[in-house]
């Protein structure tokens, strides 16, 4: 372990149905810290902290605590509700992640910005959620959207949730802020769901959604974050949010990309959410009117 993390508790069960241990936990984070720290640095983290694993008491931490070892990096941003700095976690080092491993945070959900502009996010992201135990159909409707990307000429990129569905990111210049991102997010999943309107909707009201696949663009807001690229999920499977080609989501297996097998996926393909990203783009042809800052 780099030098400060003293491990704990490793052989505490963390997946009951997959006998995984908090060991393997920092084990997993210690093979793929080169892939995942680019997708968190500088990033305001929340984490989903388990300390009895998956099936025990969890909890969403925002604010780093204060016995956190003094070389874990963190920005304070005021939150107005709280009426107090909410001091963030960057996780900018693999100590820092091997730390917060040990804190039991099997998953990691960062921000769409980063530091030094905290307002202007670097990405629109699409949160697919399909009905109970329908992956397909978030198949389904990620095609859809891609053959839309391609219509607008825009380049987007996917990956699983490592629970139920599929999240579609798009990287944008990093000059437009939450606002246009989220006129631009909407403005787009308006045109999927009229597209599929048996299929999709944008309806936040549950008893509204008939069965049908929520596309949510909640998540392009300031203060809100996704899990991160790679990142565990508290699935019995020990399941990973992983990056899917757009040519291979048609077949693919979300329950394949585990804590056990992702490690060894990586050291064959690498950095596979860093290749398939694409160039960062210009949201104006999403925008209805020009509000590009
Ligand atoms: P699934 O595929 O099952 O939908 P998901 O990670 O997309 O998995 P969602 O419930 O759709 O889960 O939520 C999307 C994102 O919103 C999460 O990745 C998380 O970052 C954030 N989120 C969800 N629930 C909460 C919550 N209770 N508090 C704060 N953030 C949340
Ligand atoms: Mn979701």
């Not at 039991?104 to 030094?116: F, M, N, Q, V, Y």
């Not at 807001?221 to 790679?230: D, E, N, Q, W």
């Not at 585990?258 to 999403?286: C, F, H, N, Y």
Request: hydrophobic share 40%; net charge positive.
């Amino acid at each position: 372990m780099p030098g400060g993390v003293e491990p704990s508790n490793l052989e505490k069960i963390f997946w009951p149905d997959s006998g995984l241990t908090k060991g393997d936990l920092l084990d997993y984070f210690d093979a793929i810290a080169d892939v995942i720290l680019p997708a968190l640095r500088d990033r305001p983290l929340t984490v989903k902290r388990y300390p009895d694993g998956i099936d025990g008491f969890s909890f969403f931490q925002k604010n780093t605590p204060k016995y956190a070892p003094d070389w874990v990096k963190t920005v304070p941003l005021w939150a107005g509700s709280a009426r107090r700095d909410v001091h963030y976690t960057l996780c900018n080092s693999k100590r820092t992640l091997l730390w917060l491993a040990n804190q039991a945070a099997i998953e990691l959900h960062p921000w769409l910005s980063r530091t030094g502009r905290l307002d202007q996010p670097d990405h629109l992201v699409f949160d697919l959620d399909p009905p109970p135990g329908q992956f397909d159909v978030a198949v389904k409707v990620a095609l859809a959207m891609k053959e839309l990307l391609d219509h607008h000429r825009i380049e987007g990129v996917v990956k699983t949730s490592g629970a139920k569905g599929i999240h579609v990111y798009i990287p944008i210049q990093r000059r437009f802020d939450y606002r246009a991102a989220r006129e631009a997010a909407a403005n787009l999943a308006q045109e999927v769901e009229e597209r599929l309107p048996e299929v999709v909707t944008t309806e936040v009201r549950l008893a509204k959604r008939r069965g049908r696949l929520f596309l949510d663009i909640g998540r392009n807001a300031p203060g809100a974050h996704i899990v991160a690229p790679y990142s565990p999920r508290a699935r019995s499977a020990a399941t990973v949010s992983f990056p899917v080609a757009w040519d291979e989501l048609r077949t693919v297996r979300p329950e394949r990309f585990t804590i056990r097998t992702v490690p060894k996926i990586i050291g064959e393909r690498g950095d596979v959410w860093k290749e398939l990203m694409p160039r960062p783009q210009d949201l104006s042809a999403l925008l209805s009117r020009a509000a590009a800052s």
